[in-house]
């Protein structure tokens, strides 16, 4: 989903306060709450990743005593 655009910019019946009234920004304003609800779920979800990658690599360096490298698609076996 594509960042949605404020209805605002060139606007010719733009006044001080008329986002109150305003339906073309109220569209807006439901489009980008639906467009940041989705962004949160896809952001929480890479930091849930990446939380478990440094929980493993902590855990690696416990065990061994040294930091180890990680291994990416480029590690194995030399494909890429």
């Not at 073309?24 to 639906?34: K, L, P």
Request: glycine residues 12%; hydrophobic residues 25%.
């Amino acid at each position: 989903m594509k960042i949605p655009t404020s209805p605002c910019l060139d606007c010719v019946e733009r006044v001080v306060g008329c986002h109150g009234k305003c339906e073309s920004y109220a569209t807006f304003r439901n489009e980008y709450e639906a467009w940041r609800t989705q962004e949160r779920k896809r952001i929480d979800g890479e930091a849930v990743y990446g939380s478990f990658v440094k929980k493993s690599r902590d855990k690696a360096i416990k065990r061994t005593g040294k930091r180890v490298r990680a291994v990416g698609i480029e590690g194995r076996g030399g494909r890429k």
